[in-house]
């Protein structure tokens, strides 16, 4: 029976697949793209008889083809930590999802192994921008501050790599990323090879300095203009913000080809509001509870999103 992984390219993505790999090694064939290429099962829907495993993807933006893998005798199992209104239910369907703020998918999957906390999770965690649950996981583990700086900086390294509109838009295809990883049982390890955390650190650092020099467009809300750097550092830029200013909401809006933006969102860290919810507001919008984006937001909408945004977030 053919197995397919199909994961989001990120950092969680990348970190709950090293997990599963690490536990039970085998041949798959990888499925993945940047961040919001997330509609994945549609590459793979013809197939019958298989055994598919979907790592932090949505299950709402997959329904249909979700639908017609199991009923072609597929057996697929999930993880993730989006909302999703409806799940199946079908016996070829294992689901674990999680939508509690502090819960992402690699966090998942090191506790569905049962072989305590995963070193691959907790920089899972800090890719997400979840740092209070990836340092208090770490503390648990009794690491010292100079080896949790390291986890936080490659979960932002692995994330960063995520952002762009294509392939094109990256230092290294997601799936390139994992071969990458594959060979360590441990991030430190990892670290040591260096050369792939050194290309990502210096994409990173400067696409950063660029964004920093980007004035607000009003409270919270940037705009970068339509280019590489732009595309790449919107996440990492939107996940600083955040942590820096914890009890605001920032945006981030990328400019694109077809009159329009390219949106991510982070609610305040030290509060309740719902980004996802937000953004569902708005076509091709959602995400989760603290971070989510809107795929498309077109010229015309700018000033009603700009409104809803301070209105929504006080």
């Known amino acids: 029976m053919p197995h397919y992984l199909l994961f989001n390219g990120d950092a969680d993505g990348i970190c709950a697949a090293q997990q599963l790999l690490l536990a039970n090694p085998q041949e798959v064939e990888p499925i993945t793209g940047v961040k919001r290429e997330i509609s994945l099962l549609q590459r793979i829907e ?43 239910d079908h016996p070829n369907f294992d689901c674990y999802i999680d939508t509690q703020p502090d819960i992402n998918t690699s966090l998942l999957v090191s506790q569905f192994l049962e072989k305590g906390v995963s070193l691959w999770s907790i920089v899972g965690l800090f890719g997400d921008n979840m740092h209070q649950k990836a340092e208090s996981l770490a503390r648990e583990l009794q690491l010292v501050n100079q080896k949790i700086n390291l986890l936080k900086e490659l979960g932002e390294l692995l994330n960063y790599n995520a952002y762009g509109g294509s392939i094109d838009d990256l230092f290294f295809h997601p799936a390139q990323l994992l071969e990458k990883v594959k060979p360590f049982s441990d991030p430190f390890s990892f670290l040591e090879e260096g050369s792939t955390v050194e290309i990502l650190k210096s994409g990173r650092d400067e696409d950063l300095q660029k964004a920093n020099s980007t004035k607000q467009l009003s409270s919270g809300i940037y705009v970068f203009p339509n280019e590489k750097w732009a595309r790449r550092v ?42 996802a919810e937000f953004c569902s507001q708005f076509p091709t919008g959602g995400g989760r509870k603290k971070a989510a984006g809107i795929n498309f937001l077109p010229e015309n909408l700018l000033a009603d999103f700009i409104d809803r945004f301070h209105n929504y977030y006080g």
Do not use: M
Request: aromatic content about 4%.
């Open 46 to 88: 013809s197939v019958s008889n298989a055994q598919i495993t979907v790592l932090d993807i949505s299950v709402e933006k997959n329904l249909p083809a979700l639908k017609k893998l199991l009923d072609q005798d597929c057996h697929i199992c999930w993880f993730d930590h989006h909302e999703s209104p409806e799940i199946p």
């Open 234 to 275: 919107i996440g990492i830029y939107a996940n600083k913000t955040a942590q820096k200013e914890p009890d605001q909401a920032h945006a981030v809006l990328v400019q694109t080809k077809k009159d329009g933006y390219l949106v991510s969102v982070r609610s305040p860290i030290n509060g309740n509001l719902n980004a």
